[in-house]
């Protein structure tokens, strides 16, 4: 039987360097991969 473990939720994109404007300008995190150092800091489980 199926027993559920956790979830995944991912983004692909066609343009890396329109993505990481996106992240950038609009969503303000210029260091994405310091953002993701501090959510596994908090204890948040990424996957890379």
Wanted: aromatic share 10%.
């Amino acid at each position: 039987m199926f027993s559920p473990r956790g979830s995944f939720s991912s983004f692909s994109v066609n343009d890396v360097a329109q993505a990481k404007a996106f992240y950038g300008q609009v969503l303000g995190l210029d260091d994405v991969e310091a953002a993701v150092d501090g959510l596994n800091a908090a204890g948040v489980r990424t996957k890379t």
